[in-house]
């Protein structure tokens, strides 16, 4: 049986369905997808996503051990608070797991994914012999993401006013300890908003304040269309252990410079830049339908420069027709995917269709 | 809005048909469309085709899945609910009637007494959506 979180009882109050999602009861929908959806385009709305695994690391080699252990440079956190985004890769290239690093007081905070959760603790705790470090998981804490153009002044009407001023002040991809808690302007949206994590046993309350402040609840399922209208990956579906982050659109968090940082499958990703530059590595696309039809994960693409696969693929509720991200060769001008034993043209686009509200692609 | 009116016959395929004279109105349940979720295309039969029962005539994709729609009975297609292609989500919000499907007709009274038996009433679909 899966287990309950802190917030269950409140889930079901707020008109939640219930899904097993990694061992967790989740919400999938609280209602309708589309207007949990809308509502974070438009609004604001609220997602509990404490199953996400935080991770912290101190010591005085902390710095060292993620300049290692990750594709993107910790260095480039040149103050308390910032954050970042990056893989960790395997030798051979192939993407563990996509995570966010905050800089802190103590050291750095990871937030990684929840399925992928031991097998991450393992490979942090296998690397780390040499380094004099600790890596402490933090099961107590919850994580509340509140995202949408209101978003930010619905949180700062709950907090103190102190805490509200430090939090209204933030830029994007900044954060600020509060005491136990931390507050940091990061997403999984394309909306502006803030992800808030702090101990469990406050959860039930803040969840209620901000339900009450005229935020929507807003279930794993719109939580997946908000990221893929956001061209944002998700791990497992856009990428995995098989996939090198060339191929899954996520070049720019690869910190190239300072050539002489070693870290794990950068000899193995210079070489899949090589194979993508001669064409034999696909790359991410974006793909639009802007007819009738949705575009799924595992339909087949036929480009004119041979196959690919769709990874994510969904009706887009804010453009009302369906995107896709999709693996495709290099170079291709034109394709059509296999819906449902037809062939359909699509529109090959960059791999980001809404940010704040609004179609961002050609 | 009762969740399995007693007026219909349901398929175990989750559509409901409402007999009026020698015309049969299709839709899908309200079990349905709730297993769906929103609903953004569907895509109906072309009027004056003949379909069978169980016959695939209908595609319903919402945002999360694509969903074939099986003809309850056996007829010729008069009708389609034209307001489909623009407001698909009155499937979700009126199932059992704005969110219509199509409607046929039924010319063999003998064939639809036969097919009429496979369907099932509200109180034995009810049963069968509680072990779906």
């Known amino acids: 049986m899966a287990q309950h979180t802190p917030l269950f009882q409140k889930h079901l109050d707020a008109g939640a369905k219930m899904v097993d999602f990694a061992g967790w009861d989740m919400p999938i929908n609280y209602g309708s997808q589309s207007e949990a959806h809308n509502r974070v385009r438009s609004g604001a709305g609220v997602s509990y996503v404490s199953h996400m695994t935080v991770v912290d690391i101190s010591g005085i080699d902390a710095s060292a051990y993620l300049q290692y252990l990750l594709a993107n440079d910790v260095a480039k956190l040149d103050d308390q608070g910032r954050a970042l985004y990056s893989a960790m890769l395997n030798e051979k290239g192939g993407v563990v797991d996509d995570l966010i690093v905050y800089r802190m007081s103590f050291g750095y905070r990871l937030v990684v994914n929840c399925a992928t959760r031991l097998k991450d603790l393992a490979w942090m705790a296998q690397h780390s012999p040499g380094f004099k470090i600790s890596i402490e998981e933090q099961p107590k804490l919850a994580i509340l993401a509140v995202h949408g153009p209101d978003a930010i002044d619905k949180v700062c009407e709950i907090l103190p006013a102190d805490q509200a001023d430090a939090v209204r002040s933030l830029g994007n991809f900044r954060g600020v300890e509060l005491d136990s808690w931390f507050v940091a302007r990061t997403g999984y949206t394309g909306e502006k908003g803030v992800e808030l994590i702090f101990p469990a046993d406050a959860a039930a309350a803040l969840w209620d304040k901000i339900l009450a402040a005229g935020v929507s609840p807003v279930g794993l399922a719109a939580r997946d269309t908000l990221r893929l209208e956001a061209g944002m990956n998700l791990y497992g579906h856009d990428m995995d252990e098989s996939v090198s982050p060339l191929a899954a659109n996520m070049e720019q968090t690869i910190a190239w410079q300072p050539q002489e940082r070693e870290f794990i499958g950068r000899a193995a990703i210079s070489r899949h830049k090589q194979d993508q530059a001669s064409g034999g590595l696909p790359h991410l696309v974006g793909l639009a339908l802007e007819q009738r039809g949705v575009l799924r994960e595992g339909q087949k693409v036929q480009s004119d420069r041979g196959e690919g696969v769709i990874t994510s693929g969904s009706f887009s509720p804010t453009l009302k027709h369906s995107i896709a991200l999709a693996r495709i060769p290099v170079d291709s001008q034109s394709c059509q995917v296999e819906i449902r034993g037809t062939l359909t043209p699509v529109r090959i686009v960059k791999p980001n269709f809404v940010r704040f509200g609004k179609k961002v692609f050609d | ?132």
């Open chain 2, 1 to 132: 809005m009762s969740k399995f009116p007693d007026d219909l016959k349901y398929a175990s395929t989750h559509e409901w048909v409402r007999i009026d004279d020698a015309v049969a109105t299709v839709g899908i349940s309200y079990h349905a469309q709730d297993a769906l979720g929103d609903i953004v295309f569907v895509e109906l039969p072309e009027l004056g085709t003949t379909v069978n029962a169980r016959a695939e005539v209908a595609v319903v994709e919402s945002v999360k899945a694509a969903s074939d729609i099986y003809s309850p009975l056996s007829g010729k297609i008069l009708e389609i609910n034209e307001a489909l292609a623009d407001t698909p989500e009155i499937v979700n919000s009126m199932p059992y009637d704005n969110g219509w499907f199509y409607k046929m007709e039924i010319d063999d009274a003998n064939a639809l007494a036969a097919e009429l038996d496979e369907l099932m009433d509200a109180e034995a679909y009810a049963d069968h959506c509680a072990n779906d």
